[in-house]
């Protein structure tokens, strides 16, 4: 059977030695489960990259670790493979390793992999807690002769060469001004007991740390009377995110906003539900499809967001930078925010039903 890609671009893509890509690609004996499931993972990624192989120019092959929930890597991956089409001057083609649950342990063994025993990479895109163990990581990579940029939330005790994402410090202010908005004043009689709800995926993340830090500073000043509730580490994914939410609201029944900084949106609605409230103000952050029905529906007001694939553009851009593939040093590039509801949004969000 004539390999549907080149086995030397299959074993790269896969990490794996030609000899075994091509004992799988023919169902020979003496392959593992897993290498079997890396090849056919590594040729539908190239089946979707496929245009960058078409390039004549020198090939850049990428590594992107992340951890964050499904819906997220896999809005990150969508993003960067429509980007990977236009880079230029080279031909840049991308390797995921994307989880939704990931110990630090577990993050530094994948990012020792990027590029070590024999697997070639010439950069890493990095979405992992601030942890001294992955920053220890990163500079290892650095040392292998590996650009990692850094994306989303920051590592930036680490030799990495840029960071790409939001200004986390700006989206909590804004977040705080938004719900400072719209919350109605407390009048007399209102009592004690009323708090603003702030979900978070992992205290770790330093993205997410610092945009908590600024709501609870900038609420403090335009909303004084209404303090902070956060809940935190259920990595965004929704069944976690109840058993932490739904406890916290009968503990403190006065609930009257919500800001979500990592996710988790419909489980935290669905705890609303169950014990019969209404929140004044829901903010959000990101763009995705769980998002865009809870703004169309009217579950929640208002979503922060950034554009994924210009950030991917963005971080794609530094790695070739590192590489002099283009001119410039790489440098750490803040993204725009934008405040979306369902009245502004973006055209391709909008039903055509």
Known sequence: MRPPHPL???????GLSEATVDRALHGRSNVSAAAVRAVEQAVLE??????????GARTVLV????????????????????ELAWVRPAAVRARF??????????????????????RTSQGLLLKAPDDPAIAAAVDRAAGRGIPVVTLVTDVPSSRRVAYVGLDNQQAGAT????????????????GEGRRVLVTMSRSTFLGEHERVRAFEDE???????EPVLVVSDADGLDAA????????????????????????????????????????????????????????????????????????????????RHHRLVSGAPLT????????TRYNLPTRWIDPA
Not at 46 to 55: I, K
Not at 100 to 108: F, N, S, T
Not at 303 to 317: F, K, T, W, Y
Not at 333 to 340: D, G, K, Q, Y
Request: charged share 30%.
């Open 63 to 82: 590594d992107v670790v992340m951890q964050a929930p499904a819906r997220f890597t896999g809005a990150v991956r969508t993003a960067l493979e429509a």
């Open 333 to 340: 590039v803040p993204a725009s925010l934008e405040i979306i």
């Open 46 to 55: 190239l089946d979707r990259q496929q245009s960058q192989l078409r390039l």
């Open 175 to 190: 977040a705080a001004f938004l719900v400072s908005r719209w919350l109605t004043p407390r009048g007399v009689g209102d």
């Open 97 to 118: 390793h994307l989880r939704e649950r990931a110990d630090v342990e577990e993050l530094v063994e994948t990012i020792d992999r990027v590029g070590s025993g024999g």
């Open 241 to 320: 995110t109840g058993d932490l939410v739904g406890p916290a609201l009968d503990e403190e029944p006065g609930v009257c906003a919500v800001y979500s900084v990592g996710g988790g949106n419909r489980a935290t609605l669905a705890e609303l539900r169950r014990r019969g409230r209404r929140v004044e103000a829901y903010v959000a952050h990101d763009l995705d499809e769980d998002n865009v029905a809870l703004l169309r529906s009217g579950a929640i007001d208002a979503v922060i967001h950034h554009d994924l694939q210009s950030d991917c553009r963005r971080a794609v851009r530094q790695v070739l």
């Open 219 to 225: 609420l403090a000043v335009l909303r004084p009377e």
């Open 8 to 14: 030397k671009d299959i074993a790269a893509q896969a």
